[in-house]
């Protein structure tokens, strides 16, 4: 049977909220001048806690994005991801009402969904009893909310869907969208993930798994992915949409192009619940199927932006990784971990790298690992140590690696007609 072509596809909007700021110039600014968005977790006291320190975000304005009544029917991360869903949608100068909604799809990720309303619930129910258990709670916390509410409130009714692959979710939901449009199914996806996990039940369980950076005395040096002198990650909040479109649907319009996607691999480890397969097959053949949907060579990589969460375990796997697909040409890319300044987005995490990934295509700049001091023999990598470098990027790839085994790569490439 002859093979159907695919549609091409590209990504027209871009839409953020993360702890060094948000909208897509204040988090790019941020990003390439190394600045770090993690602090005091200041949400609740966290004196009991073995981290204290955690990347939250500061200047969200949710007046700017909703009615009070909407936004007290959503749980934090729901809020979240409507937001960044109008703000991609904006940045796209995409106005929806023209389109036809049946033709417009919604993916987005999330780990843990609304974890802080299941958590102020359960507080309610100990103290109060059933009673006086809100009718909006199940409503609010089920991780399908963000997609379900974006659709409410914006309109689209093509396909919508929730991803839960814990930190791989925002990746595998751009991918997802990226294989419906690829399929002709839509000419529109709204695809990213969202997460708000700085709550004292979420931050407590990292906490246990002994998972979590504990240099509280120096949260902005907390996180530093690959460096030697990496003791755990630090927890982030924040939310990232996409603005994916058919190439034919972006032409017709005139819309602006940041970069097509042309690749997407997913695979699973089927080792562990938290550690990944130590030989790193699972996040090698990631790589490699990404690459070869693209129908690139490994040569042709100009630059990963990393998974780099800044634990042993997953630099120097990744780092493993890396090279098993690349081989001597993994010694010449730049790898570059953005969780050094915005910490582990966990859902969210794939989508705002994305779009970091994006921009770094569309502006030649490379955002840089900060806190990188001492090298670590088993991570050899270029990690584009504390300061943005700039380069023409043609070919970008995008790790995600979640809990339970979970492999994303996204490949990215400079749009040409």
Not at 121 to 133: D, N, V, W
Not at 172 to 201: K, S
Not at 334 to 341: A, C, F, G, N, R
Request: aromatic share 6%; with cysteine; charged share 20%.
């Amino acid at each position: 049977m002859a093979e159907v072509a695919k549609e091409r596809v590209v990504v027209t909007g871009l839409g953020v909220i993360s702890p060094v700021g948000t909208g897509k110039e204040s988090f790019w600014s941020s990003l390439i001048q190394g600045k770090s968005g993690i602090g005091p977790i200041t949400r609740f006291d966290p004196s009991l806690f073995t981290s204290r320190i955690a990347a939250e975000v500061k200047d969200f304005n949710l007046d700017a994005y909703l009615e009070k009544k909407e936004a007290k029917r959503m749980d934090r991360f729901t809020q979240f991801g409507v937001a960044a869903a109008k703000l991609a949608l904006e940045d796209a100068s995409l106005e929806l009402e023209k389109e036809e909604p049946d033709r417009v799809g919604v993916i987005i990720g999330s780990g843990i969904g609304g974890i802080e309303t299941l958590e102020e619930q359960l507080r309610l129910l100990i103290a109060k009893g059933p009673g006086r258990i809100s009718p909006f709670f199940v409503p609010m916390m089920i991780s399908n909310m963000a997609a379900g509410q974006i659709a409410i409130c914006l309109g689209p009714k093509g396909p919508n869907l929730t991803l839960v692959t814990a930190c791989a979710s925002g990746t595998n939901a751009i991918g997802e969208a990226f294989r419906v449009l690829q399929r002709g199914e839509a000419d529109v996806m709204l695809a990213g993930g969202t997460e708000t996990p700085i709550t004292q039940i979420a931050l407590g369980g990292f906490c246990a798994m002994r998972a979590m950076s504990t240099r509280n005395e120096e949260p902005t040096r907390a996180s530093r992915p690959f460096d030697q002198q990496r003791d755990g990650l630090v927890i982030g909040e924040g939310a990232g949409v996409l603005v994916l479109e058919r190439l034919s649907h972006a032409l017709a319009r005139r819309a602006k192009i940041y970069c097509e996607i042309s690749g997407y691999g997913t695979t699973a480890d089927g080792y562990h619940i938290t550690a990944p397969d130590p030989a790193g097959a699972g996040a090698a053949r990631a790589i490699g199927l990404a690459l070869q949907d693209a129908n690139l060579p490994p040569e042709s990589v100009d630059y990963i932006n990393a998974h780099g969460t800044s634990t042993d375990l997953n630099d120097k796997i990744e780092t493993m990784a890396i090279k098993k697909v690349l081989g001597e040409h993994a010694y010449r890319v730049p790898v570059s971990s953005i969780k050094s300044m915005i910490g582990h987005l966990m859902g969210a995490a794939g989508a705002v790298e994305a779009i970091a990934t994006a921009l770094t295509i569309a502006t030649g700049l490379v955002p840089p690992t900060i806190n990188y001091e001492i090298p670590d023999p088993e991570c050899d990598l270029d990690y584009v140590p504390n300061q943005a470098r700039q380069l023409s990027i043609k070919v970008a790839i995008s790790n995600s690696f979640g809990f339970g085994g979970h492999n994303a790569v996204l490949v990215f490439q400079k749009f040409n007609y």
